[in-house]
């Protein structure tokens, strides 16, 4: 600024103004460097990228405009013209020059460290499109790399601000080491969840998880550092510790869309008032059901020559071999699910009966449907039980349920 103060002697100013209109004309100039380097950096040079980046077949490079990776370096510019320029510019005002030394240390730390912040998000964004593999905790490790960027970043902001070596700070953090854990307690144990959770292979991106405890219960959207993201069905958002995942227990529903087929597990009651043996005209009607023929055959044969080893043929022989309808019941449900085109032919198929309840006798149905999509899961549920509800009285067998206001007043009218 002495060129400055020389011209402004030349043209006559009285000397006590000198140094004011020369500081106030190198803070114009100063300001006016660092407005252009910004437009220039920010809409000329950022412009001409953009326009490259939209020519690019490339993928990744649109990840460093949507997370303004270029916009938060240009703002890089001014601050370091400031920073270099202000020493020539102010150099008649030491206490105004090293506040402007000092914000421009401090922003010029900050700065670098929101830039590498963007860049790890781009590093992220594109493992996340391009990575087959969700388990690797990567989400967790960018998150601690941003903490340690962040760190450093203040460091050497507070090392600027008290003008001294950011060494000399980092010797006193050993004294603070028990201070740091207690304050980064839930970030360190997150860490080591996400770890553990990656390495087991626990949880992923993707995958329906139950957490009852938490209220969770949902696709999981997010595994980070300190909490896990579940959506649940009512498209509320369940906000889970990560380390919770490890200390507690939870229910991964991915085995079952891995398998292609989902449980089915339903009883149907069946009264044992109505449970006696087949007659012959009740054969003869079932007979008429096509998955039922082989099944009926079948058991004709055998139940007609143990009989015949009997001297007495008579109904009333209660040595005779007699089919049960309950029984006829349970070989159709086999059968019919057997049949059914949404039932998992591969998986476990089968029909038992449970133990005799005040209920009355259950058959319970145990089969996997081959659509784990949870609204066709339930429609097919639904079509098989309704088809089997309907189906039970043509084998002279009545469901079970607690009487009702129609049960009572059908029985006064009687």
């Known amino acids: 600024m002495t060129d400055v103060q020389n011209w402004l002697v030349e043209q006559g100013l009285p000397a006590n103004y000198i140094d004011p209109v020369s500081l106030g004309i190198g803070i114009i100039i100063l300001i006016a460097l660092c407005w ?3 437009y220039i950096a920010r809409h000329q040079v950022l412009n001409f990228v953009h326009k490259l980046v939209s020519k690019s077949a490339n993928k990744w490079d649109d ?4 997370h303004s990776v270029f916009s938060r370096i240009a703002w890089l510019v001014p601050i370091t013209i400031l920073l270099i320029l202000s020493p020539i510019f102010i150099n008649t005002q030491p206490l105004l020059l090293n506040f402007i030394q ?3 240390k401090v922003a010029l730390a900050i700065q670098v460290a929101r830039s590498i912040s963007s860049l790890l998000n781009v590093t992220n964004t594109a493992f996340q499109e391009s990575s087959k593999e969700k ?3 990567l989400n967790a490790t960018i998150q601690v790399l941003k903490l340690a960027v962040y760190l450093v970043a203040i ?17 006193g953090l050993g004294a603070l080491t028990a201070v740091l854990l207690l304050v980064f307690q839930d970030t360190i144990k997150g860490l080591v969840a996400s770890v553990q959770i990656s390495a087991n292979k626990m949880v992923a991106p993707g995958d329906w998880i139950e957490m009852p405890q938490y209220g969770a219960d949902g696709d999981v959207l997010e595994i980070a550092l300190n909490t896990v993201k579940v959506q649940n069905w009512d498209n ?8 919770a995942l490890i200390s507690e227990s939870f229910k991964n529903w991915r085995g079952m869309t891995a398998s292609g087929g989902r449980r089915i597990k339903r009883c149907i009651q069946i009264d044992l008032n109505s449970v006696h043996f087949c007659s012959a005209q009740l054969l003869e009607k079932l007979l008429k059901l096509e998955l039922l023929e082989p099944y009926l055959k079948q058991k004709h044969q055998e139940v007609a020559a143990y009989n015949s080893q009997k001297p007495d043929q008579e109904d009333s022989n209660p040595n005779l071999r007699k089919l049960t309808n309950i029984g006829t019941f349970r070989a159709y449900i086999t059968a019919y699910l057997q049949s059914h085109p949404k039932v998992h032919p591969e998986m476990t198929c089968m029909v038992r009966q449970l133990k005799p309840s005040e209920t009355g006798v259950s058959l319970e149905l145990y089969f996997f449907s081959n659509d784990t999509n949870w609204i ?4 097919i549920q639904a079509d098989v039980f309704d088809h089997l509800f309907a189906i039970a009285p043509l084998f002279e067998l009545r469901l079970f349920q607690n009487p009702t206001g129609y049960d009572w007043q059908n029985a006064i009218r009687h």
Do not use: H, R
């Open 102 to 104: 000092v914000f421009s």
């Open 63 to 66: 990840l460093l405009i949507q």
């Open 376 to 379: 066709n899961y339930e429609g």
């Open 236 to 243: 509320t958002v369940t906000t889970i510790p990560t380390y």
């Open 135 to 137: 388990y690797l905790p």
């Open 155 to 171: 460091i050497l902001a507070i090392a600027a601000v008290v003008d001294k070596s950011p060494i000399y700070l980092l010797s």
């Open 36 to 38: 252009v380097g910004f």
